[in-house]
């Protein structure tokens, strides 16, 4: 049981109002991903879907992290978000491209995604499936989807959920239900809500390394019914032998290592086998004397 693990993380490396926090104002922002990697386990890199990183920045991003930090990338947009009006030798193309680039960082690497807008609806499943096919990395796969049809809890959901299983796939579970529990009455409500896709919440594992996105809500009392969902369902996973990555948002993602931190408390105190503690500087006056 001492080997139980969820791997925390953000959907970037660093914020502003992470200054004087997770790390001094005095260390190069070069350098702020190597302090995350003392504090969280994984992180989201959304820099791969837009645009192509080259091999020696990678390398750089691979030599700044602890050796047990695993990094999600984002297959790029070209994969993903073209999917539809591009040809399958293009798309092909670009995804066994991008599987080589990452393929020196392999020690490294935790779920990568392929994260499908909600135009892909269930007429893109099967291209959808034969990409997971031709994954060859023996670190973990994720999918995405946000067209409703794969939420029907009818044959489509079942059939998505079923090949995902048989390719030993992860599911992504987005859980956007914070952000659309209230009105949008912050700029960064307004925002979320229209960036986010509200689609249900089905946390159904589908392999070894389940990945859930929280995007929580500004108002950190709010979340705290849906973090204590959670955890239940967190510390099932653990129980089963699987490995949860768990990326925390929230709207302006200012307060999302704080509710990271909450849910790590509320999974330990339902599962005291669980033994990792994810521990945030206490104060500004810590941080500055490192």
């Known amino acids: 049981m001492s080997s139980m693990k969820i791997y925390y993380g953000m959907a970037q490396w660093q914020h502003p109002a992470w200054v004087n926090w997770l790390y001094p104002a005095s260390l190069a922002t070069g350098e702020r991903i190597g302090r995350y990697s003392q504090v969280f386990s994984t992180v989201e890199v959304g820099s791969t879907f837009y645009t192509k ?5 990678l390398m750089r991003w691979y030599e700044s992290v602890n050796d047990g ?3 999600s990338f984002k297959a790029p947009q070209t994969v993903t978000h073209r999917l539809i009006e591009r040809s399958w030798q293009e798309v092909q193309r670009d995804w066994l491209e991008f599987m080589g680039s990452l393929e020196p960082l392999l020690s490294k690497l935790g779920p990568t995604m392929l994260q499908f807008p909600a135009v892909c ?3 893109a499943l099967e291209t959808i499936l034969a990409l997971c096919d ?3 990395l023996s670190a973990p796969l994720s999918v995405e989807v946000r067209h409703l049809a794969y939420f029907d809890k009818g044959n489509t959901e079942r059939y998505f959920l079923s090949a995902l299983s048989e390719r030993g796939v ?3 579970v987005m859980d956007s239900r914070p952000v659309f529990s209230t009105d949008a009455y912050c700029d960064s409500l307004v925002d979320a809500q229209k960036k986010k896709p509200r ?5 159904i594992a589908t392999s070894r390394h389940p990945v859930v996105r929280f995007i929580g809500h500004p108002d950190l009392p709010l979340n705290d019914a849906w973090l204590s969902q959670w955890a239940m369902k967190l510390s099932q996973w653990l129980s089963e032998g699987l490995t949860p990555s768990v990326f925390v948002h929230s709207s302006d993602n200012i307060a999302a290592p704080t509710l990271a931190a909450q849910l790590d408390e509320k999974v330990r105190n339902l599962l005291p086998e669980y033994q990792t503690k994810l521990s945030l500087p206490q104060s500004q006056e810590q941080v500055s004397l490192w």
Request: aromatic fraction near 14%.
């Open 53 to 57: 990183v080259d091999d020696v920045q």
């Open 69 to 71: 930090f695993k990094f």
């Open 121 to 123: 609806d269930e007429r």
């Open 134 to 136: 031709l994954w060859s």
């Open 170 to 172: 992860n599911r992504v």
């Open 199 to 203: 689609v249900p919440c089905h946390p």
